[in-house]
């Protein structure tokens, strides 16, 4: 999904604090969209390219780790999300991050630190947008806007779901990722397969793409979990 230039989704229902962060974003020539609570955003979500979600964690009808999984889990959506909050306990701070926010902010909020911090984690974004577009390992060379892959600038036959598999296997290398993990972000939401497809999906990868004992790519089994992608130096 791309991101909408300074489109900013403020989720608020103080309308004093929304009023500050209205005006904060409007000063600094940003765009946002308002919303009072976690039904109305959770409705356009899936329609819209925010660039960046400003999160009161507490909301009359729920809290925004709601929000947070339906675009880490169900979107797969990498948005930046800047939590705020009154609650500045360590354990509400962990829980949010492990989550998936990007950043927890403390009420009352400083107007230039935020949108400082808003202007910045957009910029990255839109950083991280651009370097996923082709992925790289040695030889390899994935090119994930238009589902190619190449070994040694040749392109390879491959299937949708080998192409998406390699390719998330290469942004999280040295990462351990389960057959749950793997299903959940590589295959279709509304048909996911057993998770011994991923065991099969992971041997036809290694075999079309010749991955040996001397390969500098490798497809490690981590038993009992899932796969883990490596490089290894070359002798």
């Not at 729920?62 to 990498?78: F, K, N, P, S």
């Not at 390719?167 to 939401?189: C, F, G, T």
Request: hydrophobic share 40%; aromatic share 6%; charged share 25%.
């Amino acid at each position: 999904m791309s991101l909408q230039k300074n489109c900013i989704a403020i989720l608020e229902d103080d309308p004093l604090a929304a009023e500050v962060l209205k005006s904060a974003f409007q000063s600094a020539g940003m765009e946002y969209q308002y919303f009072s609570n976690l039904t109305d955003l959770k409705a356009v979500l899936p329609a819209k390219n925010f660039s960046l979600l400003m999160l009161d964690w507490q909301l009359p009808d729920g809290t925004a780790d709601e929000v947070i999984h339906l675009v880490r889990d169900e979107m797969q959506w990498q948005v930046p999300i800047i939590v705020q909050s009154i609650y500045e306990d360590e354990d509400k701070v962990v829980n949010a991050l492990s989550l998936g926010a990007d950043e927890y902010l403390i009420k009352p909020l400083r107007q230039s630190e935020t949108v400082a911090r808003a202007q910045a984690m957009i910029r990255r974004a839109g950083i991280d947008v651009q370097q996923q577009l082709w992925v790289k390992a040695g030889d390899l060379e994935v090119d994930t806007l238009n589902q190619k892959v190449f070994m040694n600038g040749e392109q390879l036959e491959m299937t949708r779901i080998q192409i998406k598999l390699i390719a998330y296997l290469l942004q999280h290398i040295d990462v351990p990722l389960s057959r749950e993990h793997l299903l959940r972000n590589v295959w279709d939401k509304k048909s996911l397969p057993e998770t011994r497809t991923v065991d099969a999906h992971i041997n036809q990868l290694r075999k079309r793409l010749n991955l040996d004992s001397h390969s500098v790519l490798k497809i490690d089994s981590v038993h009992g979990y899932g796969y883990c992608c490596r490089l290894q130096q070359e002798a």
